[in-house]
């Protein structure tokens, strides 16, 4: 079974630039997550969808933020523009569905370094 | 709102000795609780999981029980190798539709030759 796959694995930009990151999850995964981990952190969650819809986006900073979830399928998620504290590696998670006994499979990730 | 504390690290520890990683939750349900583990330069990867009290999760060696009344989740392994050195993390949830997984802060494990 393919695991989610996530692209770039890196990504160097400069400050106030944008940046997009693209996430495909499992086949037939309902649940999608992004995740934002910076250095020496526990991973914070930004947005959960639901098939195409938001559940949360809570901790998403919506100034500069965004993301979508095509179809209910892949997923993009998009800073615009970039800041220096966004440094930091972005997971994206997908489970079959948010309930208990649910496993959340993780991506690489893509690690993001703003200079 | 739910959170998530574990021990901080960096642990070191020599092959074969007993580790002991702390956690502890606040929930105002009742979460599934989860040990992921991210080796050096890959992926989170579940690496146990328990969904109601008194459940012991296990794998590949590591064991940690789901502790109501403590509210604690540590993480135990009876003899480390060195490689299991990576990090760490607890997490809770989801416990609904709408609730999300939450993780702490990571323990960092370095084991000894």
């Known amino acids: 079974e393919a695991g989610v796959a996530q692209s770039p694995r890196y990504k160097i930009i400069e400050k106030r630039q944008s940046v997009a990151f693209w996430c495909n999850p499992i086949?037939?995964?309902?649940?999608l997550y992004w995740y934002q981990q910076i250095l020496g952190q526990g991973p914070k969650l930004l947005i959960q969808?639901?098939?195409?819809?938001?559940?949360?986006d809570s901790q998403l900073p919506k100034d500069r933020f965004s993301a979508e979830r095509l179809k209910g399928v892949d997923s993009t998620l998009k800073i615009q523009p970039a800041k220096l504290e966004d440094s930091a590696v972005y997971l994206c998670?997908?489970?079959?569905?948010?309930?208990?006994?649910?496993?959340?499979?993780f991506g690489q990730g893509t690690r993001l370094t703003v200079v | 709102g739910d959170s998530v504390t574990q021990m901080e690290g960096p642990v070191t520890l020599s092959e074969e000795a007993f580790l002991t990683i702390n956690c502890t939750y606040t929930?105002?349900?009742?979460?599934?609780l989860f040990w992921y583990v991210q080796y050096p330069g890959e992926g989170l990867q579940l690496l146990l999981k328990?969904?109601?009290?008194?459940d012991k999760g296990s794998n590949k060696g590591f064991e940690a029980t789901y502790r109501k009344e403590t509210t604690s989740f540590h993480l135990e392994k009876g003899s480390v190798q060195v490689s299991d050195s990576a990090v760490y993390f607890c997490?809770?949830?989801?416990?609904?539709?709408?609730?999300?997984?939450?993780f702490g802060s990571g323990t960092r494990l370095s084991i000894r030759p």
């Open positions: 086949s037939g995964h309902a649940t």
């Open positions: 929930a105002t349900g009742y979460p599934s």
């Open positions: 997490a809770l949830g989801p416990y609904s539709s709408a609730s999300k997984i939450i």
């Open positions: 969808f639901q098939n195409n819809g938001v559940v949360d």
């Open positions: 998670a997908s489970s079959l569905g948010a309930s208990p006994n649910t496993e959340a499979f």
């Open positions: 328990a969904t109601k009290a008194d």
